[in-house]
């Protein structure tokens, strides 16, 4: 059974949301909150995150045993140019985060969990990612 996590960005996020742009949010959710580099990133033949290639999609090493099924499978490009902002656009992404369904209304794959996110940390995250080379 797959677990659904609700996240509720609130407490020190939110001072600081008022702070930030919304693309400064958005990147400080996607790299600090819910590090999603650690799966969307390829790394290094040292095992480093490729900084070069952030956000442009990895092939996953999950050894945790639950995840079995999931090693060597490939995390999605999340930037302008990759598949899915292309295909989903601007708001599907935003639907997916808030809902953890993708525009067809399908759940979300293992292991990436499925988010519900508020609106506002949803559409900061599509913001960043719009930004991305």
């Given at each position: 059974?797959?677990?659904?996590?609700?996240?509720?960005?609130?407490?020190?996020?939110?001072?600081?949301?008022?702070?930030?742009?919304?693309?400064?949010?958005?990147?400080?959710?996607?790299?600090?909150?819910?590090?999603?580099?650690?799966?969307?990133?390829?790394?290094?033949?040292?095992?480093?995150?490729?900084?070069?290639?952030?956000?442009?999609?990895?092939?996953?090493?999950?050894?945790?045993?639950?995840?079995?099924?999931?090693?060597?499978?490939?995390?999605?490009?999340?930037?302008?140019s990759?598949?899915?902002?292309?295909?989903?656009?601007?708001?599907?992404?935003?639907?997916?985060?808030?809902?953890?369904?993708?525009?067809?209304?399908?759940?979300?794959?293992?292991?990436?969990?499925?988010?519900?996110?508020?609106?506002?940390?949803?559409?900061?995250?599509?913001?960043?990612?719009?930004?991305?080379k």
């Open positions: 059974m797959r677990k659904v996590f609700s996240v509720v960005l609130a407490g020190a996020s939110m001072c600081c949301a008022a702070e930030l742009s919304a693309v400064d949010y958005g990147r400080y959710l996607v790299e600090e909150v819910a590090k999603c580099g650690d799966c969307h990133t390829p790394r290094t033949a040292n095992g480093e995150l490729d900084i070069s290639k952030r956000l442009k999609g990895a092939t996953l090493d999950v050894s945790a045993p639950c995840d079995i099924k999931s090693r060597g499978k490939a995390s999605p490009d999340l930037t302008p990759g598949d899915l902002l292309r295909r989903w656009g601007a708001q599907g992404m935003v639907g997916f985060l808030r809902t953890g369904l993708d525009p067809q209304g399908h759940p979300v794959a293992a292991p990436m969990p499925a988010y519900k996110l508020r609106p506002h940390d949803a559409e900061a995250i599509v913001a960043y990612l719009r930004t991305l």
